[in-house]
Each structure stands twice: as structure tokens, then as C-alpha cells.
């Protein structure tokens, strides 16, 4: 009995993502599934085994801290209404970029 996996965490977001985002969450072992339905575009981002979702705050909709496997910390906001979320993923600063620090 304790030792049943949990399914995975799919999430839905109510368009395409951001090329960067899409590329951060591959990174730490999402996957990506583009598709068309009834009323438009989507986007299922399916987490990897062992992510973990902790709602924190409820207010007009849903807020969740998620941990990825490898300890990496994303936030979503689900609107239950629709059954939509938003993911907000920590920015990420271009090798350019910090390049022009040092």
C-alpha cells in the first residue's frame, strides 16, 4: 500500500508556452505537449515522477508551490473554473548576460 507511485502532475495552459519556458522545464524533466481543441490552443505540461504540489493559498483561485525531483521550485495558479494554470518558472539569466557581469 505505501509504495504505489503517484500519477504524474499534467498541468494545462491555455496556450503555447514561451520557447525559454518550454526549454527550462525539459531541462528539469517536464514534457511538452502542444495540441488544438474545441475552444483553441493548448499546452499539457506533464512533471516528472516525484514532483510534489503543495497548494498554499486559496483566494479566487487555486496557488501551488510545486518542487521538481531534482529540487528545482515552480509556482502555479490553477483557476478551477476553467480548469486552466499558470505556471511561474524562476528567470533565468543568459550566459550573455552574466558573461557582461564578471
Do not use: C, W
Not at 500500500?1 to 528539469?28: C, K, Q, S, W, Y
Not at 483566494?59 to 511561474?88: Q, W
Amino acid at each position: 500500500m505505501g509504495n504505489e507511485e503517484t500519477p504524474p502532475i499534467r498541468l494545462v495552459i491555455p496556450d503555447l508556452l514561451f520557447p525559454d519556458a518550454a526549454a527550462f522545464l525539459r531541462a528539469h524533466g517536464a514534457t511538452i505537449e502542444p495540441g488544438i481543441t474545441a475552444t483553441g490552443i493548448q499546452t499539457t505540461v506533464t512533471l516528472p515522477q516525484g514532483s510534489k504540489r503543495i497548494l498554499t493559498t486559496v483566494v479566487t483561485n487555486e496557488r501551488y508551490r510545486i518542487d521538481l525531483p531534482d529540487g528545482t521550485k515552480i509556482r502555479e495558479v490553477y483557476d478551477s473554473a476553467d480548469g486552466h494554470s499558470a505556471l511561474f518558472i524562476p528567470a533565468q539569466r543568459s550566459q550573455e548576460a552574466n558573461d557582461e557581469q564578471q
